[in-house]
């Protein structure tokens, strides 16, 4: 039992990772309508950022944090005006062969300037608490963290698009782009502020690896699939969805090597969207129409 | 008087020939016009090339006045001009209410009294106001799009085949309101099928062909052409 | 025969895009004339692949097979092991759309990997199998240059085969299909059975690709499948080359792996004391010319164009 | 014409990081072999290609070097999964000399390659010997095993159990491991399972990293046995010190008391700088200086003479050179004796199958240092 | 021929069709006419295989059809247009219309590998039917463009277009006038008369404008609010109250729309 506690702890931890990677993803396809590859590099970049940060100013992961996002979104914007934009108006398969063009950009940009050796934020391991009082279970400060913060993200963009006129002119622009134009509707801006908010959270996706785990020039490309997988999952378009697509991906992927080898765990995300994909092909939540 | 609208002698297409071959087109303030002619003569296309969807090649578009060719949509909205487009006039994955509220997506303050007259006009909007703009009937979407174009307060309304697929009872409505519309001083440039009707609540009419002026006049005079009528009304 | 240092990359080159040339088209089938958006391409490559190897190595006590047979049956083999996975995922995914297909592929064409990576009495594993036999053997035409040949041959045939399809009225059903499935529907086709027939035969045209590429290698092992070098880059050959468009597929293939292998030529310049950071440079090159291709042309090289009518001119209006 | 040896390694891609380090090895061979007058009195030039740890660009490359750069024979590639394919494909059919630097798998001692590809690293069959030996030593009964799920960790990880197994351990249980995961927490609760007192990590930093951040974090072992490919100086950095102090790992390695041993690292460190503790290098130095050695001794650069020369250098009879010598090696040549080259990595000696015997080294983590505590031929136990 | 049998659909909460039940006799011109939002589209697509209704059964020849995708009923004979035009974007005019044919041999890839031949031939057959086709659309100088690029207008033609394309028996025609040009739709009506009378097509047409489905249909449903609420010709229908108050408006007779402007009347005609 314990067991099983201890790998919701940690999958809630991976999920969180996910879902911060899957909202910019979701936002990105229902927006733009392409499958954006260079998404996992975006993570990385921004944990890169982030330990840049940590090493020329002496900040701490956490304060480091909203530097990188902020650093990750200007990447964005950047990337979007310069590259995307000027194929916004073909298909949207030319854009996310793009994209994928752009992970590869990026992935030697980060080799080119870091190196492609392991790093880490801090020196030292930190040691976890123990809850006595729920079976024993082990909870690192890091992880209440990283799950804390992810959560106030979410509710932060989930507060944006549905309070705000510029959330819902992503949602109108997703839905007919010529008449959001007709409209007045400033579609360059919106499309900036989705790059923002999907730089910014792929920044704060990349950092909470780097804290969790370590930094390397492939880490975001890796976890790129699952990321995918969580979109698919909460339904393509929909932010919301990607929370709860996020937290059953990584917990499912954590838990399920109490049932099968491990070298089947990548298997496991595949397997989940698969089976969700034939059986409710719309994710949990409906995706666009 | 400055004329409302005027564009003179536009020339322009989708990249390769030109669609539009020296359209000339006015609108004054308080005036109807409408446009009729064959399919795909180039009406939608003059409303888009008006409206900054489409590079004007060559000619130049007056708003009161001042220079507007090529300007962006956005600009045209926030100087008061509002456009229905013929096809996907509408946000499919939302609700009646959020489409109206995007059309006033550049209005400041409080929607609601813009809203209400919306619903006045329109009462079935009023109805469905939670339903899912995709999943409506072809009528019912015409009328969220025209809401969604009323919510600006414009001053000019251009209209593309705005009672295509509606009901004749919404027909005369939607006529009725396109006159109580511009009753209020809005002038109205529509390119309708529904020609003879059209036609007699217009001020002056067009006829567009192969993106060239063939006739134009006042709405009566034109009706009573047996060869307009013969050519581009049905009879 | 003896050919100069520069013909035999040449050969090599060749084979190499051949190879991809054939899994192009293969894709062209699926997304080209369908709109399928396969990105699990590497699963039928490796399927088929390891088929043709299993059938054709000698005997091993380690994995499955091998059986020793021939070359064409290792490649019939390929191609019918394919089919059949092709069945399979078809009906799975019959219902799904385009960016769903997507997902899902993926997804199950890393499982493929991880299957044949980790059940070894199968596949041998992450050992992979080695000692795949090339054709010809114990002819003159056993060099490097013979297998050009029948990687030439492959090429030829499966551009007919697709070519003919897509002029055909067959391809205009797919057309039809891609760009719209309600109205395809209502004009009586049987667009279920149309779009597996499609992905059948696209799949089946991958794992013949995964065939030549096994006997062109003599070495398999699942890296070989990882979707980088098993997908993407078909993907990019397709896009640059012009997707709907046959020829398109295949000089998409011979200038997307020219970029990738030629770029090395560039880094080579930089002094011997850089070469990580060529080697780096250079993927950063690929990812720019990629970019380049897709802005200044991104309808591809040769973009699609409608077939021409089959039948005899029309009468002049 | 002067000699051109193609050096094939991962320049980007998951491995780049051992392909850098191998790459200025064989550099630093170049070097001395020209200072020292050459290849038939020509400097000996390098070509390098880059496989980007993955086979279909790795045989790419490796057709470049021998048909575009025209080299006479291929040192690499590190992972047996290029290393297979480019013998197969490029080295047997090109008549061209490879010898891979890196690649342990068992499967290339009875590869069909036509006698062109040879190896100056042990088989992971004997690793997995020397590795059981070290964790006997420490005096661990149980432990359990994480390894990578390819050619490398497998082999290892079965060898291992093999051998621990004979002498008496016991292996609580052993876990595959897919790389480039985020996490590996439900690997190391498998792995905790039946009470093991030390875990043996066999794999690469990349994810070796994250596994034993978590393992620490975790709680679930404190006590690592490693080998060579886990030989990293940046998990002290990245981890600290105290966590790894007192375990230990194997690495294929001389004795680095001999002359060649202690010549290279002077040499590589005058050069650039401190010898990274990664494992590979002195054996890319070996097969580059090797190469050089039979094409001289054969006074051609044709790749056929190369390997029907390379025995004749690399293994006894004959007089002793090593790192360092190759004028002398040249004067002996050239005076018609026998030389038997002893490397930097040890005595490398080719068998018929053209694989190394080989001298195992004992390192563990002193202090946030990497340290060799002994070096050691294994034995299999009865 | 048709015969549909109190037939309903809910979508989510809303009813849109409330126990229809109606017949089109074989060689009629049937007109199907009521509010924006009655569920005339709706009864269509369930007759038409587009999805299956809530409850009730649709037969053809009184075979039970209910729930036969849509390819299937295209081989029974019944083709149909949409209310919003589904063209083939990326294909040029002409081959919209060569898709359509049923019974291609070409369709299956063997023969289209083997039998070149005689796909060849086929082929050129149906380049005459279309070529006749375009003709009578007028769009014939469109031929080669890609559909995707035609005007609104040209595109419903070309919707039009294919279902001409086959031997149908019956057809359903969603708004075929909606944003046609009016002495093109005059050719429209003649041409649907036509197959009517000559080929013995059975039409049922969904539309708003009165001309017509008062030149061309006999008898008339009614649809409000997803059920039936009249039928009968034209003429009674205009008398009809109901009918009146919730579709053809207030002062309605004759001409439409003349009644509403008396001040244009005059030079309406
Ligand atoms: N897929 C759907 N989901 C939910 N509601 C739907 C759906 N399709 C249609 N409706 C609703 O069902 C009702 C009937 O729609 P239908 O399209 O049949 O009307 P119609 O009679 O064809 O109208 P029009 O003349 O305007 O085309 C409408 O209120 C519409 O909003
Ligand atoms: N996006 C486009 N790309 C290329 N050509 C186009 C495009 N849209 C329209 N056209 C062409 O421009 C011409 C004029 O089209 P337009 O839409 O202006 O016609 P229209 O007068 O509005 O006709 P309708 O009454 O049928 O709507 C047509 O021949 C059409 O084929
Ligand atoms: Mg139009
Ligand atoms: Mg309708």
Known sequence: ?289 | MTSLLEARDLYGGYGGVDILQGTNLRVEPDEIVVIVGPNGAGKSTAMKAVFGLLRIRAGEVLYKGEPITNAKPEQMVKRGIAYVPQEKNVFPSMTVRENLEMGAYLMKGDLSKRLDKVYTLFPKLAERRRQQAGLMSGGERQMVAMGRALMIDPELLMLDEPTAGLSPLLIDETFERIKEINAQGIGVLMVEQNAKQALAIADRGYVLATGRNRHEDTGPNLLADPEVAEMFLGG | MELTGIASYLVSFLTFAGVYAVLALGLNMQWGFTGQFNIGIAGFFAVGAYTSAILTTPGSPAYLGGFGLPFLVGLGGAVIASTIIGVIIGLITARLRTDYLAIASIGIAEMIRLFIKNEDWLSNGVRGIAGIPRPLQGTPLDTPLGYLLVVVVFVVGVYFLVERAYASPWGRVLRAIRENEPATAAAGKDIANFRLQAFVLGSAIMGLGGGLYAHFFGFLSPEAFRPLYGTFIVWVMLIAGGSGNNRGAILGAVVVWGIWSVTELFTDMLPAEHATQGAALRVLLIGVLLQVILVLRPQGLLPEKPPRLIARQRRSR | APMKIGVLVPLTGDLQSYGEPALKATQLAAKEINAAGGVMGEDVQIASGDTQTSPQPGVSAAQKLVNVEGVSGIMGALSSGVTIPVAQSVSKPGKIPQISSASTSPVITSLDDGDFLFRTVPSDAFQGVALSQITADKGYKTVSIIYINNDYGKGLAEAFTTAFEKQGGKVASTVAYEKGQPAYRGELQQADKGDPEALVLIGYPENGQTILRQALEGGYFRNFVFTDGMKAPELVENLGAEYLNGSVGTVPQARDDSPGAQHFSTAYEEAYGAVPPKPYLDTAYDAFYLMALAAEAAGSTDGVAIRDHLREVANPPGEQVGPGEFEKAVKLLKAGKDIDYEGASGSVNFDENGDVPGTFGEWTFEDGKIVTKRIFEPTMPK | MIQIDNVSKTFGGIQAVRGVSLEVAEGSITGLIGPNGAGKSTLFNMVAGLFPPSEGRVLLDGRDITGLPPHKLFHLGLVRTFQIPHEFSRMTVRENLMVVPPGQSGENLFNAWLRWGRVKQEDSAVLDKVDDVLDFLEITHVADELAGNLSGGQKKLLDLGRTMMTDARMVLLDEPGAGVNRTLLGKIREAIQRLNRERGYTFCVIEHDMDLISALCDPVHVMANGELIASGAMTELRRNEQVREAYLGGGMSGQMGENARPSNQGDAS
């Open chain 1, 1 to 289: 039992m314990t067991d099983i506690l201890q790998l919701l702890v940690y999958g809630l931890v991976l999920g969180s990772v996910l879902t911060m990677g899957a909202i910019g993803v979701s936002m990105i396809f229902g927006i733009l309508r392409f499958a954006h590859f260079a998404h996992g590099d975006f993570m990385t970049l921004g944990a890169y950022l982030g330990l840049t940060f940590i090493s020329a100013f002496g900040l701490s992961a956490w304060w480091a944090l909203p530097a990188a996002m902020v650093g990750m979104a200007v990447v964005a914007v950047f990337i979007d005006q310069v590259l995307y934009r000027r194929i916004r108006r073909t298909q949207p398969v030319i854009l996310l062969i793009a994209s994928f063009g752009m992970a590869l950009i990026l992935r030697s940009l980060v080799q080119l300037i870091w190196g492609s050796d392991n790093q880490s934020y801090a020196t030292g391991i930190q040691f976890p608490w123990r809850l006595d009082w729920l079976g024993g279970i082990r909870l690192k400060p890091d992880h209440l963290w990283i799950v804390l913060i992810s959560l106030g993200l979410v509710m932060a963009v989930h507060l944006f698009l549905t309070r705000t006129r510029l959330g819902k002119a992503m949602r109108a622009m997703s839905d007919n782009m010529d008449l959001a134009l007709v409209s007045g509707i400033p579609a360059e801006r919106v499309i900036m502020v989705t790059w923002v908010i999907g730089g910014a959270l792929a920044a704060a996706a990349g950092v909470f690896l780097g804290i969790d785990t370590r930094l390397h020039p492939v880490m975001g490309w890796s976890a790129l699939l699952p990321v995918f997988a969580a979109t698919i999952l909460g339904g393509i378009g929909r932010p919301y969805g990607a929370i709860a697509g996020g937290m059953i991906i990584g917990v499912s992927m954590e838990m399920s090597t109490l049932i099968i080898p491990a070298a089947y765990k990548p298997a496991v995300a595949f397997a989940i969207m698969v089976g969700m994909l034939i059986l409710r092909p719309q994710g949990i939540f409906k995706g666009t129409v």
